[in-house]
């Protein structure tokens, strides 16, 4: 094992603040995301006023090799655009074999899935010390349905990469909203 990698065997996650000490950490604010979110003109009404923080990933990323993983700590905030929660954007991986690993650490959330035809989609319940496996060629945007920041790792093979052009290009043929209290999985004409 190389000098570099055996500095890196250990990394300390803050589950609270979704970040990983010493890593890099991304924000994702709603006007970058406005597109992702059916009710356009919601989306607008609302960064009249703020512009709110949407999602923010920390990496983590020790070695590149066929062999290696990387980490991923992410945290959704709570809010919604008109009736649709916050959400990543979502995205294939750009080597669309490769699966990933979701252990939820926080919060209330559901892992929309989508294959490349869009056609099935599946709305699965994220909770606390809970897994999800997304299998490859699918597309997973992560949707928080709770009160609370929803905080999560994903676990990668180092070479998924990210195609967020392919499923930005249609989006998610589903969208999850608010209904009778709960949220929902309707088809994106339905809302
Ligand atoms: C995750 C995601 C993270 C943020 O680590 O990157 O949830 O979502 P977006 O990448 O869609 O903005 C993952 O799925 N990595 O492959
Ligand atoms: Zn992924």
Known sequence: M??????QLLSA???AA????????VERRLSELAPCFADQAAGREVLRHADPLVYA???FAPADGAGD?????AQVMPGRVGREYFMTKGHFHAWREAAEFYFTLSGEGLMLLEGETGGRAQAVP???REAVYVPGRTAHRTVNVGPEPLTFLGVY?????YDYGAIAARNFRHVIVARDGGPAMIPREEY
Request: positive net charge; charged residues 20%; proline residues 12%.
């Open 57 to 59: 990933v920390s990496t």
């Open 13 to 15: 996650y803050d589950p």
């Open 126 to 128: 994220m909770r606390p």
């Open 69 to 73: 993983l990387h980490y991923g700590l």
């Open 2 to 7: 190389n000098d570099h990698l055996m500095e």
């Open 18 to 25: 979704g970040t990983i000490a010493g890593r890099p950490r």
């Open 157 to 161: 093979p180092a070479r998924a990469g």
